[in-house]
């Protein structure tokens, strides 16, 4: 679901706008800060794998498309729970 920032942004409530975000995947408060945190720190230890790569490009060779596949997997499974 895609949201229209520009009316949140002049109505902004944070808590319905994130309730509805809540209820869209379907997931505890819990849930989500846990799977979110995950993400981040995926996202987290690809950007230093990326970052040593550009340095030292023998390392790290396939680290970039393994986070990519990695977090594409996690949030495809995700959208499968839903359906």
Known sequence: M???FAREAYSFN?????RR???DVELTYIQHAFFSFGLG???AIGAVCAAIHGIFPGLFLTSSA?????LSNKLENMSKRKE
Request: proline share 0%.
């Open 21 to 23: 975000h809540l209820d």
């Open 14 to 18: 944070i808590l319905r706008t994130g």
């Open 2 to 4: 895609t949201y229209d």
């Open 41 to 43: 720190v995926d996202m």
């Open 66 to 70: 393994d986070i990519t596949k990695k």
